[in-house]
Nanobody, 121 residues
């Protein structure tokens, strides 16, 4: 499985961005996926997760109500719609596949290369 994240960029506070995670391989539609982020000098942290069907989602408290995770299994792609962005959302965002139950970094693998999101104040 290979994952490719894209869609990052520079945006002003209050703005929006939509990240995409394109997956190769036939197993995408049968596995849960997640988004994580890592700011400079900080540990990688959970942002959002979605079940294989898209019917169940989880969010970090810091992004609830502002970010929406979704997926299109027909396109082997996962998305993260980010609205009302704040400077503290600045980080490299990574997508990954869940390999064991949980929402921690250790529960995910096959990390994409990451895409930079920078929110200016």
């Amino acid at each position: 499985v290979q994952l490719q994240a894209s869609g990052g960029g520079l945006v002003q506070a209050g703005g929006s961005l939509r990240l995409s995670c394109a997956a190769s391989g036939r197993t995408f539609s049968s596995v849960a996926m997640g988004w994580f982020r890592q700011a400079p000098g900080k540990e990688r942290e959970f942002v959002a997760a979605i079940s294989w069907s898209g019917g169940s989602t989880n969010y970090a408290d810091s992004v609830k109500g502002r970010f929406t995770i979704s997926r299109d299994n027909a396109k082997n792609t996962m998305y993260l719609q980010m609205n009302s962005l704040k400077p503290e959302d600045t980080a490299v965002y990574y997508c990954a596949r869940q390999v064991k139950y949980g929402l921690g970094v250790g529960d995910y693998a096959y990390w994409g290369q990451g895409t930079q999101v920078t929110v200016s104040s």
